[in-house]
């Protein structure tokens, strides 16, 4: 069955650090990949998406993931962060096949001022 | 910019009561799915439907659970005989011409069985 991992559930850093959450998925054929964000109170919004080409993908706020197929991982990353990014972060995976999208458990994202 | 609504946002309902949870996906979308998320928990798919059908669906979307596009605009959830463990919340969401494309999801309805 597949299945996502997000490995960090709280993360906590300062106004311009750098950010990166790990995703892992475990399915052996084509996938489509995504990130969702939910601000406080806000319901959940795109990111990103990779679909084909390019691995390194860029999306909104600054936001960029790079999908390695060797090691079944989309980690999102952001080279400065702001306090508005405080939110949670979900990556979710479809298999190209089928319809439904396969959520890891979310990263919740605090960034002190 | 075109959003995906859902009513209401918090439903209180007893054991063994039937709910309907309603959403109203963006107007041109063609795919529409239910995802729940009970708390403390991954967000988990319940059933996708298109042109008037389901076209997936999961383990956890058993016979107490039907869907129905009625009116051409509102697609709903219906769970027959709540239960204490259909506590959650639950997330309609909306793709446009291609199933894979980018989904868009509304705001929740959270359920609460007592």
């Known amino acids: 069955a597949q299945s996502v991992s997000q490995h960090n559930h709280h993360v906590i850093l300062s106004e311009a650090a750098s950010l990166e959450l790990g995703c892992n998925y475990s399915y052996g054929g084509t996938v489509n990949l995504f990130w969702y964000v939910q601000y406080p109170g806000q319901h959940l919004q795109l990111l990103l998406k990779y679909f084909s080409g390019d691995p390194l993908v860029k999306g909104i706020k600054g936001f960029e993931a790079e999908f390695i197929k060797s090691k079944f991982s989309f980690n999102l990353r952001k080279p400065s962060v702001q306090w508005s990014d405080t939110a949670e972060y979900f990556c979710?995976?479809?298999?190209?096949?089928?319809?439904?999208?396969?959520w890891g458990a979310g990263t919740k994202l605090i960034i002190k001022p | 910019e075109p959003e995906v609504t859902q009513t209401p946002s918090h439903q209180v309902t007893q054991m063994g009561q039937e709910v309907i949870l309603r959403c109203v996906p963006i107007?041109?979308?063609?795919?529409f799915y239910w995802y729940r998320q009970i708390l403390g928990q991954k967000v988990e798919f319940l059933v996708s439907?298109?042109?008037?059908?389901?076209?997936?669906k999961s383990e956890i979307f058993d016979d107490q659970f039907s869907v129905e596009r009625p009116d051409g605009s509102n697609f709903t959830l219906k769970i027959r005989s709540t239960k204490l463990e259909d506590s959650a919340m639950y997330f309609c969401a909306s793709s446009g011409k291609e199933a894979h494309t980018e989904a868009f999801f509304g705001q929740g309805t959270r359920l609460t069985v007592v």
């Open positions: 439907f298109y042109n008037n059908e389901i076209s997936e």
């Open positions: 979710a995976v479809n298999a190209a096949s089928n319809y439904q999208l396969i």
């Open positions: 107007s041109n979308h063609l795919y």
